[in-house]
């Protein structure tokens, strides 16, 4: 049953959107043709038009698409040419798969200290970025943009290089600039819960000829694939048989799955925040939850909600806040609640002897994360917004 009385489904959170009609003739040409290696067509194949199609969205010069944005983070470590346990700084609030590219591409990951507003905190960020930091890798986790022009100031006086991780950012500006082209690298992935959906896939984007030209032959251009990139000829000749090929290319399929949902972007971007401004504002009339404000440079491009619970002191209190909520049809996770969150950095014992993060432990234990896709309507978000509200009271009704 809803919230008012009124029996409607829960709206489904999960479920994509329908991939776009213009798809279909182009992957029945592909499955009738067997072309799915994106390297076997002399030219035109749909991986190289869709990194011709997003470099050209985003205004870089460069463009690789990969298997993941795991994949693109890792290629662009490597495409750095840092040393062997090279440091890199990196927000201890992210996805477990972000600080795993840093120990993949043979480095190690710094952990900076995140604030309740889910960004950097820049004293910590600023205190650590000693001589030891080689570079700068930071996630904006479900798309809260850090504090850019501080990021890039601290960078640039100590020639750091910066990779953005821009999973949750396609369509995110920063002073009208587009996320993922402030750093030196920009990382998106098309993972089925991101705004472009091809179930998996990456792509990263530079403007640096020497990174692409590293990154592309790493993907895995071997020989002379690397003529069916664009331009760059003096580079690939300068690279060739001098790096390893890591094998993270994309195929043929993923590009035509992606290709139609580029024209896509702009409307997903104008709805999801639309949808996630209604919702917060709903919530921010609560005494028991706060959604901290897109920053005065930021113009968002959420498909999800993460708010704080306010004055929820004991960890019991929250959790019961996660079953109250479930019970009326809304999944919320408190991140550092959930057992074995991907998201809490505690639980990234790949890593080793786990640094003391007081900040960011105090914000995972009470952030909590919805999911709101934006093909979501209003009785969705209405039903959403009253599950979240009711269940708060439900909890502080029951403390009193
Ligand atoms: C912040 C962040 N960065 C990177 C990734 C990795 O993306 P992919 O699944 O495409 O490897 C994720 C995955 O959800 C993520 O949340």
């Known amino acids: 049953m809803a919230p008012d009385g009124q029996h409607r489904p829960a ?42 199609e997003f470099a050209e969205l985003m205004g870089s010069r460069y463009a690789l698409a990969v298997s993941s944005c795991s994949a693109a983070l890792f290629l662009a470590l490597k495409a750095l040419d840092l040393p062997r ?31 309740d507003d889910f ?133 043929n399929l993923s590009a035509a799955v992606i290709r139609p949902q580029l024209a896509e972007v702009a409307r997903r971007v104008r709805d999801g925040r639309a949808n996630h401004d209604y919702v917060a504002a709903r919530l921010n009339g609560s005494p028991w939850m706060a959604v901290p404000p897109a920053l005065p440079q930021e113009e968002r491009a959420p498909d999800s909600l993460q708010f704080n619970l306010k004055g929820f002191a004991r960890d019991e209190e929250a959790l019961a806040f996660q079953d109250a909520a479930k019970a009326r049809g809304v999944s919320v996770q408190v991140f550092g609640l959930s057992r074995d969150n991907a998201r809490a950095f505690w639980n990234w014992q790949f890593l080793g002897d786990l640094p003391d993060l007081p900040k960011t432990r105090a914000m995972l234990m009470r952030a909590c994360d919805v999911r709101l896709p934006a093909r979501l309507r209003k009785p969705d978000l209405d039903f959403i917004a009253d599950a979240l509200l009711a269940a708060a009271e439900d909890v502080k009704a029951r403390a009193a």
């Open 119 to 251: 960004r950097v905190d820049m004293a910590d960020f600023e205190a650590r970025f000693d001589d030891t930091i080689a570079a700068v890798l930071i996630s904006h986790m479900r798309g809260h943009t850090s504090d850019m022009d501080a990021i890039m100031a601290l960078a640039e006086a100590r020639g750091v290089p910066v990779i953005e991780d821009a999973a949750h950012s396609l369509g995110t500006l920063w002073n009208g600039r587009k996320i993922g082209t402030i750093g030196k690298i920009g990382c998106f992935s098309f993972q089925s819960y991101k705004l472009v959906n091809a179930g998996e896939g990456g792509i990263m984007i530079t403007d640096d000829p020497e990174i692409a030209a590293r990154a592309v032959i790493m993907s895995g251009a071997y020989e002379h694939n690397w003529k069916k990139h664009p331009g760059l000829q003096n580079s690939f000749h300068h690279w060739q048989n001098r790096l390893p090929l890591y094998n993270t290319r994309m195929q």
């Open 11 to 52: 709206p489904n959170v999960y479920d994509a959107e329908p991939i776009p009609e213009a798809a279909r003739a182009e992957i029945e040409r592909l499955l009738s043709s067997g072309d799915l290696f994106r390297y076997t067509a002399p030219e035109g194949a749909p991986v190289a038009l869709l990194e011709a």
């Open 85 to 115: 346990g090279a440091r890199v700084l990196v927000p201890a609030f992210t996805f477990a798969a972000v600080p795993s590219a840093v120990v993949h591409a043979d480095c190690v990951p710094v952990l900076v200290e995140v604030g």
